[in-house]
């Protein structure tokens, strides 16, 4: 394997694993399971601080991190030929 195959694997790995737990970080928005059992009367009215909108900014930059580093690595086996 190539250095830069290693090197997209690795951060493909990480960016994995942070997007994860930046999901998981995540304030639910109802409507879910809970809800049907009565545990959704919270209300929020769509309201998200400061935390919550750089949480979504991370979440997405993430994410677009973990989707370029799939099709880097899509691109180099395609065209390593291996």
């Known amino acids: 394997m190539t ?3 290693i090197i997209c694997q690795v951060i493909l790995v990480l960016t994995s ?6 999901i998981l970080m995540h304030k639910g928005k ?3 399971l809970s809800d049907l059992f009565g545990g959704g009367f919270s209300s929020n009215l769509g309201s998200s ?4 909108k750089n949480l979504n900014m991370f979440t997405v930059i993430v994410g677009i991190v973990w989707i370029t580093m799939v099709l880097a690595l899509s691109l180099i086996h395609k ?3 291996s």
């Open 3 to 5: 250095v830069v195959t």
């Open 17 to 22: 694993a942070f997007l994860i737990l930046l």
């Open 30 to 32: 109802g409507g879910g």
């Open 49 to 52: 601080g400061v935390a919550e």
């Open 79 to 81: 065209f390593a030929g």
